[in-house]
């Protein structure tokens, strides 16, 4: 079955220091990986995603993530944290296959990201 | 403006009073989900449609039906609704779905129902 763990409810970071959120997944097939912000009273926003190729993905806002198939992980980082950057942070998994499964996504329960100035 | 348009964005309402939350897109998305998110839980996928006339089942299907007789619109129906289906709901479509699939979400919809 398709899954996502997100193992922290909360990362708090200084402004200035890197930051990583941390998800691992859990596929039958391939995974098309994906990482998802949101901000207070708003919707998501796709931050980046991993379908093949370089593990290391660059997206939006200067985040990236390191796809790493052994750790089944999609760790998502930033090499210096902004105030502006916190925000509640989703990892999301899709089977990368047109099986049964191709409609669906599975999101994890979510980090809060707190950037401390 | 490129956008999923969601309404209402906030509604009380009580048992078994059947509602509508509708969806709206302007991308020419095929590709189109509900979700809903509650705390410690993530966002749980209702339903989906994959195009015009065709929808399936998500991960928490029960109490809600859908619809998608156009490709802009994908409302939400809650037929007879009760105090665990009070929730945030969003609405979120795909233009690529087949080969990338990133979605644009909608700015939620927030339900209570007493």
């Known amino acids: 079955a398709q899954s996502v763990a997100q193992p922290e409810d909360q990362v708090n970071v200084a402004e200035g220091n890197p930051l990583t959120v941390k998800c691992t997944y859990s596929?039958?097939?391939?995974?098309?990986l994906f990482w998802y912000v949101q901000y207070p009273n708003r919707g998501l926003q796709f931050l980046l995603k991993?379908?093949?190729?370089?593990?290391l993905v660059k997206g939006s806002y200067g985040f990236e993530a390191e796809f790493n198939k052994s750790q089944t992980s999609f760790h998502l980082k930033k090499p210096s944290a902004l105030v502006s950057d916190s925000a509640l942070y989703f990892c999301?998994?899709?089977?990368?296959?047109?099986?049964?499964?191709?409609?669906?996504?599975?999101f994890g329960r979510g980090t809060q990201l707190t950037v401390w100035p | 403006e490129a956008q999923v348009t969601q309404n209402p964005r906030y509604l009380i309402t009580v048992t078994g009073k059947k509602l509508t939350v509708t969806c709206s897109q302007n991308?020419?998305?095929?590709?189109m989900s509900w979700y809903r998110q509650d705390p410690g839980l993530g966002l749980r996928q209702i339903y989906y449609?994959?195009?015009?006339?065709?929808?399936d089942k998500g991960d928490v299907p029960e109490g809600y039906k859908v619809s998608r007789k156009e490709k802009r619109n994908f409302p939400l129906i809650l037929e007879s609704p009760s105090p665990n289906q009070t929730s945030l709901y969003f609405c979120?479509?795909?233009?690529?779905?087949?080969?990338?699939?990133?979605?644009?979400f909608g700015e939620g919809s927030r339900l209570t129902v007493l």
């Open positions: 979120a479509s795909s233009l690529s779905w087949l080969n990338t699939g990133e979605l644009f």
């Open positions: 596929v039958s097939g391939n995974p098309y």
């Open positions: 991993y379908i093949t190729g370089d593990n």
């Open positions: 999301a998994v899709r089977d990368a296959g047109r099986g049964s499964t191709l409609g669906r996504l599975y």
């Open positions: 991308m020419n998305h095929e590709y």
């Open positions: 449609s994959m195009n015009v006339e065709v929808t």
